[in-house]
């Protein structure tokens, strides 16, 4: 028989009983429809977690300065003060695989316009900060190498602190105070809004790090360097070579810790990235779980199906079926039954999907891949699961069979 | 009846040469059941020749072991000790796939229960030996219209079997065993759920196929049916008891004519 013959047989056998056949085809629906919005979920995840990455700075190495072990006392991170800007410098200039890098310092402080204040973090740095960290400005400009030079009173807004002490007005040229300093602004950052861990990246103002040390804290020591490296791959071997530079520049022996930690930015990516996808696959599994479920729906019905149809089989075999005959008719059966589930549960997930996206503003990312994958996995148990109902039916004597009422 | 038309068959026509030639040869067939404890011993040994053309009618007791012959025939049951010969060839030794491919080519099948596939039309049905035959669409369907033409059901095509009467379902079938041009058609008790007026209209058809050359087989209890066939071979016990030709054979055009009409939906 040609495959158009059996398939044509197969759908008017399923239509017979649409109520039945619709009813095992649930399984597979609310199975693949689950595996196709979890795994959209789970990308959507995914992505997310990618923009946020991208949006810290690419290639960022974060250098902090370390605990200190005081007489067996290890005082946590932060601790020391030799993290030093000549440090900042010497990456910059001693390691061929940095491409910039920019100091950090920073203190907490009421900043102060004409009628508006606000308690703020004031970070001291230099121009090219912004650069490593991939933030624009939304008005004005950047502080200069010159300012960072002669300590000037210059500062730059973050888009919070520009939103509570000058609302929608121009603050550019105006003054504010941080502490009983007056500086001018020079330029607003562009609306970042939280990060993963749901802090305000937007809160901060931002003053040349010399003028911060001077004026401000009177403290010459940085809290970290931040270096952006010349490639992603290279900032690898960048967290090497930052570290064996650092530990030579503060004088640490062998065997000694750190009085620093270098993170690379694309550890904690790739960190969360797994962690999201392991999330993606549990889910995906859990999920598949039920298409199990659904494919022994599909053989307990098929098994019915090979019981009433006893007669049938019968007939056909007397008449000139061979035992693959009736193998594939049967097997042909599930495997419509287990397909058209499968589509069905693609238009479910995606419409699931949607909904989610809608209601709870999840990002929901369906892939093709994983439309295929539920079709190909769908035939795949509609195959295995239809295989054992239709061996039993090529498998029946005719004699018998004929003989069934 | 007298709408049959002419149709070819693989079987040849009844010349007095090939006439001897044996279509069916069954030689010291037995068969035994094993039902565990006890063993039935349902053929003891029979000895068979069926010519191209014949028409035979088997007739028997339950118990007799006439079925269990006519599943053999049927291959659709193999002889435990004993050769089968169908056309020359020993099907005793064949396999599976080539015993179906006998019973979809060389045999057709009527059945006591009819056994029509229910919601299916009558053309599908007898569309679906040729399904097994591979043959294209469309031949399928020209095949299977032809034949219903043959049994007087031509205008009744996309009818179910729920919607025919005991004689056209059964018309239908015969019909279906014949979609393949079989050289033998084997019928088990086609009568036995048939009123006697189209019990004899059943009998026309045969006996109008078997004029057609035909090898026609039929298994039956009734003595007045088993009466149109050329010869009736009796089974007791698993043994063939008598094998007579039958003489002053009627002609089931002719009896119907004697038998009052009746409305047949």
């Known amino acids: 028989m040609d495959l158009l013959a059996i398939l044509r047989i197969a759908i008017r056998a399923l239509t017979r009983n649409k109520m039945r056949s619709l009813l095992t085809m649930l399984g597979i629906i609310i199975g693949v429809g689950a595996v196709i919005a979890t795994v959209g979920l789970g990308q959507g995840a995914q992505q997310q977690v990618q923009n946020q990455i991208a949006s810290m700075g690419t290639n960022l190495l974060y250098i902090s300065s370390g605990s200190v072990n005081k007489g067996g006392i290890r005082l946590g991170g932060g601790a020391t003060k030799t993290l030093v800007n000549d440090d900042m410098k010497a990456i910059e200039q001693e390691v061929p695989t940095i491409a910039e890098a920019a100091p950090g310092a920073g203190t907490s402080a009421q900043v102060v316009s004409d009628n508006q204040n606000w308690y703020t973090r004031v970070t001291g740095t230099e121009p090219q900060y912004f650069d490593i960290r991939n933030w624009t400005f939304d008005r004005g400009g950047n502080f200069t190498a010159d300012d960072v030079q002669r300590a000037t009173n210059v500062v730059v807004l973050g888009a919070t602190v520009q939103q509570n002490l000058f609302g929608n007005t121009d603050s550019i040229g105006q003054t504010v105070r941080i502490g009983t300093l007056p500086f001018q602004v020079v330029g607003v950052l562009t609306a970042k809004g939280q990060s993963g861990l749901g802090q305000d990246q937007d809160d901060g103002v931002y003053v040349p790090i010399t003028t911060l040390q001077k004026k401000i804290t009177g403290q010459d020591w940085l809290q970290y360097i931040m270096a952006s490296a010349v490639s992603q791959p290279a900032s690898y071997a960048a967290q090497g070579q930052i570290t064996a530079l650092l530990r030579d520049r503060h004088r640490i022996r062998p065997g000694q810790d750190d009085d620093f930690t270098v993170r690379n930015l694309a550890d904690v990516a790739q960190l969360a990235d797994e962690s999201s996808k392991v999330m993606t696959m549990l889910l995906a599994s859990i999920a598949g779980v039920s298409l199990i479920v659904g494919g022994i729906g599909i053989m307990n019905i098929m098994l019915v199906s090979v019981t009433e149809r006893t007669r049938e089989i019968g007939i056909r075999i007397a008449i000139g079926a061979t035992e693959g005959d009736v193998l594939r008719q049967f097997l042909s059966e599930s495997v419509v039954l287990s397909l058209a589930g499968g589509i069905m549960g693609i238009l479910f997930g995606v419409a699931s999907s949607i909904a989610i996206t809608k209601l709870l503003g999840w990002n929901i990312l369906v892939s093709p891949a994983a439309m295929g994958a539920a079709v190909v996995f769908s035939m795949a148990v509609g195959i295995f699961f239809g295989f054992y109902p239709a061996r039993k039916a090529a498998m029946l004597d005719p004699i018998e069979a004929l003989r069934f009422e | ?265």
């Not at chain 2, 693989?10 to 063993?39: C, F, M, Q, R």
């Open chain 2, 1 to 265: 009846m007298a709408t049959l038309a002419q149709v070819e068959f693989n079987a040849s026509p009844l010349i007095e040469a090939e006439a001897l030639k044996p279509v069916i040869a069954v030689e010291d067939v037995h068969k035994y059941y094993d039902l565990g404890e006890t063993k039935v011993h349902a053929l003891r040994g029979v000895d068979l020749k069926i010519a191209s053309g014949e028409f035979v009618a088997i007739m028997g007791s339950s118990g007799s072991g006439k079925s269990t012959f006519m599943n053999m025939l049927g291959c659709l049951d193999k002889p435990t000790s004993g050769r089968y010969f169908l056309e020359g060839t020993d099907v005793s030794q064949l396999d599976k796939k080539a015993l179906a491919a006998i019973r979809n080519k060389k045999l057709g099948f009527v059945f006591q229960g009819f056994n029509l596939l229910s919601r299916t039309t009558a053309l599908e049905n007898v569309e679906l030996p040729t399904l097994y035959a591979k043959l294209d669409k469309e031949a399928r369907l020209d095949r299977a219209k032809e034949m219903l033409k043959l049994v007087g059901l031509g205008e009744r095509l996309d009818h179910f079997p729920s919607q025919l009467s005991g004689g056209q379902q059964q018309r239908v079938a015969i019909a279906r065993a014949l979609a393949n041009r079989p050289s033998i058609l084997l019928a088990d008790e086609p009568t036995g759920n048939l009123d006697s007026r189209t019990s004899v209209e059943i009998m026309q058809i045969f006996q109008a196929l078997n004029d057609q050359g035909l090898t026609i087989v039929l298994v039956t209890h009734e003595p007045d049916i088993a009466q149109f066939a050329k010869r009736i071979v009796v089974f007791r016990d698993g043994k063939i008891r008598h094998d007579n030709l039958v003489q002053q054979r009627p002609r089931a055009a002719d009896v119907l004519k004697t038998l009052p009409a009746i409305d047949e939906d």
